[in-house]
Structure formats: structure tokens, C-alpha cells
T-cell receptor
Framework: GIQVEQSPPDLILQEGANSTLRCNFS?????LQWFHQNPWGQLINLFY???GTKQNGRLSATTVATERYSLLYISSSQTTDSGVYFC????????????FGAGTRLAVHP | EAGVTQSPTHLIKTRGQQATLRCSPI?????VYWYQQALGLGLQFLLW???????NRGNFPPRFSGRQFPNYSSELNVNALELEDSALYLC?????????FGPGTRLTVL
């Protein structure tokens, strides 16, 4: 089945710094989601981005489907950005169960 | 618009007991997904229900079962609880894509 790899596994930033998180997937997909898991465990939808680039405030994401990767950019990081970031793709390229990467754990220090 | 809701927030059971977790999807969403997030094992797909029927099942024993009601809400039942069933159980709903997640139920098996 499809494999999803995220890097780096851990990231420590000072408040105000920028960062790039990467998600590689092993097969073609027709959609991809980025999530932020808050300290209470809830997965917050950040982006639904099958291809191209989207921006939402200080966050943006780019998916290059032909090269099987997606990037999540966080600019001017804040302590509230801390948590785990996951990317996920459908298992068979369609509308089905999501396969998650192992996540990037981000800690932003003041 | 109300998001996905789950109950209870926390559940403590002992080995051998049964647990019932509940999920209400976003209005208009017919698909409900269940995922398990156990410590060190990442997010794993459990079950997918759509229009009242089980559409897909992850690699979990038959002790894990569920159902979807006519109003599209769903129950996850875990029988004969084992210590390793301790985890965060997340429910998601979708029209097709993307999936939107609830706050989760944290199950602790003693």
C-alpha cells in the first residue's frame, strides 16, 4: 500500500522563525490533507490540497503531485503553533481511509 | 455549523469489559471513519461507514465493531478490552473529501 513519510520528525524553533515541513508519498494521489494535532489530541484541518499552493494566514502549503510530495510552510512561528503536524493521503487514490505519516513534532519556544 | 462531536471525552475500563464510543458527524456528511491513535503506533484506520453500511475495515480483530445509524451517527464497540486498546479514538466525517475530525475519546484500560 501507499507509504507516507514526513520530515523532520522533530523541530525546535524560536518564536518568530520560519519552518518547512515535508511529506513524501509513494504513489499517485488525488488529494492530500495537512493537520495540526493540538495538545488535547484533536486533529485540526489545515489544508486540503490535492495540488498547487494554498495559503491561510501564516501557513501555506504546496503539493507537487507529479513528484509525490507536499510542503507545509509556517512563517513567523508562535508558541501556539506547537504540536504535531500530520499529512495524510487516501489509501487507494480515491475517497477512502486516510494513511497518515508519522508526524512532525514542533516545539516553538518564546 | 457544528463540527464532529464525540462522547464520552474520557473512558476508563478494566480488562475484559466492553467500551462503547459515539460519534455524530457534520450535518450532511454520510461517511464516518474511525481511527485509533495508540502510543507509539501513529494514527491507524479502524472502520469506515457510509449510508449505514460498513465499507472498509482496517487490520483490527473482530473485537472492534461498530454501526452507523439512520441519522448517520456512529458507534464503535470494543469487546473484551485488552491493555493495548488504551488509545485516543478519533472519529471523522466527510461528504467524500476532505475528512473532518472530532475531538476524540481517550480510552484507558486498566
Amino acid at each position: 500500500g501507499i507509504q507516507v513519510e514526513q520530515s523532520p520528525p522533530d523541530l525546535i524553533l524560536q518564536e518568530g522563525a520560519n519552518s518547512t515541513l515535508r511529506c513524501n508519498f509513494s504513489d499517485s494521489v488525488n488529494n492530500l490533507q495537512w493537520f495540526h494535532q493540538n495538545p488535547w489530541g484533536q486533529l485540526i484541518n489545515l489544508f486540503y490540497i490535492p495540488s498547487g499552493t494554498k495559503q491561510n494566514g501564516r501557513l501555506s502549503a504546496t503539493t507537487v503531485a507529479t513528484e509525490r510530495y507536499s510542503l507545509l510552510y509556517i512563517s513567523s512561528s508562535q508558541t501556539t503553533d506547537s504540536g504535531v503536524y500530520f499529512c495524510a493521503v487516501p489509501s487507494s487514490g480515491g475517497y477512502n481511509k486516510l494513511i497518515f505519516g508519522a508526524g512532525t513534532r514542533l516545539a516553538v519556544h518564546p | 455549523e457544528a463540527g464532529v462531536t464525540q462522547s464520552p471525552t474520557h473512558l476508563i475500563k478494566t480488562r475484559g469489559q466492553q467500551a462503547t464510543l459515539r460519534c455524530s458527524p457534520i450535518s450532511g456528511h454520510t461517511s464516518v471513519y474511525w481511527y485509533q491513535q495508540a502510543l507509539g503506533l501513529g494514527l491507524q484506520f479502524l472502520l469506515w461507514y457510509d449510508e449505514g453500511e460498513e465499507r472498509n475495515r482496517g487490520n483490527f480483530p473482530p473485537r472492534f465493531s461498530g454501526r452507523q445509524f439512520p441519522n448517520y451517527s456512529s458507534e464503535l464497540n470494543v469487546n473484551a478490552l485488552e491493555l493495548e486498546d488504551s488509545a485516543l479514538y478519533l472519529c471523522a466525517s466527510s461528504p467524500l473529501a476532505p475528512q473532518f475530525f472530532g475531538p476524540g475519546t481517550r480510552l484507558t484500560v486498566l
